[in-house]
């Protein structure tokens, strides 16, 4: 469920991803900028680094420095990227950053563009069926059609 309500935290978040980007912003080597707000309350920073051959997304790098700084769980996180006028604006994380915010912030929230609008979301709303193992489940997978099927 998605929540158009932004707290002054919230704000504070956008407002770090937004300034680191203003001052590193690089067309090709750093488009994108994030903070998340840590459990101890604590905000970590990243950037998108990137070359012709390979990008590290701005939301990995900052959850690897909550990581490196012993920060338990990542609370809250938002990235921005530049839009056509050279203003920051948030951007949505992309499927690898989702499947890492889960694995490193199970109840956590993101902020989000909801076609225009900023608003919240939960983790599990943003990434509802998460990638696992069938080993690391805590269910047995049914064969496909199983369920509708008379055995």
């Known amino acids: 469920m998605i929540s158009f309500e932004l707290s002054d935290s919230d704000m504070e978040l956008y407002e770090a991803a937004r300034q680191l980007l203003l001052t590193a912003h690089h067309t090709d080597n750093h ?16 950037l998108h680094i990137g070359s012709k051959r390979i990008n590290v ?8 420095n909550a990581r490196m700084a012993q920060e338990p769980a990542i609370q809250s996180m938002v990235a921005v990227s530049m839009d056509e006028s050279g ?23 993101v902020l989000v563009d909801a ?34 099927r008379i055995l």
């Open 31 to 46: 488009r994108v900028a994030a903070a998340m707000r840590g459990e101890s309350g604590a905000v970590y920073l990243g």
């Open 87 to 109: 203003q920051p604006q948030v951007t949505n994380p992309c499927g690898v950053c989702r499947e890492l915010l889960r694995a490193y912030g199970a109840g956590s929230t």
């Open 115 to 148: 076609a225009g609008t900023v608003g919240r979301v939960g983790i599990e709303d943003l990434l509802p069926y998460p990638w696992m193992r069938a080993t690391e489940t805590e269910w047995t997978t049914q064969p496909p059609g199983a369920a509708g």
């Open 57 to 64: 997304c701005a939301e990995s790098s900052a959850l690897a």
